[in-house]
């Protein structure tokens, strides 16, 4: 089965990282104890504790797998900062949109992704329509709401 590299940025990867120590060094033990807990009280077979601590640990275990294939495989990309002159993986981009409204958005990888806090992913309508333009293209996405108008104001 052929690898995928995993596209983020050292921030994103950090982040990862942190997930990966936080599940190993504290929510895994503590699933453990509480699955022992569970087990000491008895008949498994109606010990809802204990079904929920088997399931949770599972999940814990396969999200360690997971990130530490992503880590291991990461392609940690670094934004060009303030020289940036075309929109890449990285890039905070301020758009002008129809009506005069701007926003900003940070360009990250799928792991990364956090709408609220203005990531959004090259692979979404909107990221990957970004790639590879420059400050003053105009780019028209459809999005779930509609078709969008941007106007690329400033690349960072």
């Keep these: 089965m052929p690898t995928t590299t995993h596209q983020v940025t050292p921030e994103g990867l950090e982040q990862l990282e942190q997930e990966l120590a936080q599940l190993k060094s504290t929510d895994r033990p503590q699933?453990?104890?509480?699955?022992?807990?569970?087990?000491?009280?008895?008949?498994?077979s109606e010990n809802a504790d204990y079904s929920d601590a088997r399931e949770q640990l599972a999940f814990i275990e396969g999200r360690i797998q997971e990130l530490e294939s992503i880590i291991k495989h990461a392609d940690v990309i670094r934004s060009k900062g303030g020289s940036a002159n075309v929109v890449t993986i990285g890039s905070s981009v301020?758009?002008?949109?129809?009506?005069?409204?701007?926003?900003?958005?940070?360009?990250?990888?799928?792991?990364e992704t956090d709408p609220m806090a203005g990531k959004i992913s090259i692979e979404s309508p909107v990221g990957s329509m970004l790639l590879s333009h420059k400050v003053g293209d105009t780019v028209s996405v459809q999005t779930p709401s509609g078709q969008q108008q941007y106007t690329i104001k400033s690349i960072a």
């Design 94 to 111: 301020t758009l002008a949109q129809t009506g005069g409204k701007t926003v900003t958005y940070h360009l990250v990888g799928s792991n």
């Design 31 to 44: 699933t453990v104890k509480r699955l022992a807990a569970a087990r000491e009280l008895g008949d498994l």
